[in-house]
């Protein structure tokens, strides 16, 4: 289907298509924050987590900023949210995912640097 294209047609549309699926650092933020107010929903809970999400049962991946709190902080802010899913008691470091370390864009524009780490609920 894609070879009734011309070469500029088709990299016009995969431009427009890719441009559609990209968002702004504001939106991009606010989704984010949208799906930590469900996990956790005291804001002091939340606070200094970039995302958190599950990757299998009783397993959490989470970025955090890293100028903001510590790793143990962030780890320990998910063992409220392994006895809310009923995975757990309290969550303990998996792993260190030092190649996904990065500095990002926030909603405000700013750049802060986000660890990522792999979370157990025990």
């Not at 469900?38 to 009783?58: E, H, M, N, T």
């Not at 303990?92 to 660890?115: F, I, Q």
């Amino acid at each position: 289907m894609l070879a009734r294209f011309s070469k500029p047609a088709l990299a016009l549309l995969i431009a427009t298509t890719l441009a559609a699926c990209s968002v702004s650092p504001e939106q991009a933020q606010e989704n984010r924050d949208t799906r930590l107010e469900k996990q956790f929903p005291k804001p002091a809970d939340r606070a200094g987590l970039y995302i958190v999400w599950q990757s299998s049962y009783g397993k959490f991946n989470v970025e955090y900023l890293a100028n903001e709190i510590s790793e143990a902080t962030a780890v320990g802010r998910v063992g409220p949210l392994c006895r809310k899913l009923g995975q757990g008691d309290t969550a303990k470091l998996a792993e260190r995912w030092t190649a996904m370390n990065r500095t990002v864009t926030l909603g405000d524009g700013s750049k802060a640097p986000v660890r990522a780490v792999k979370v157990n609920c025990v």
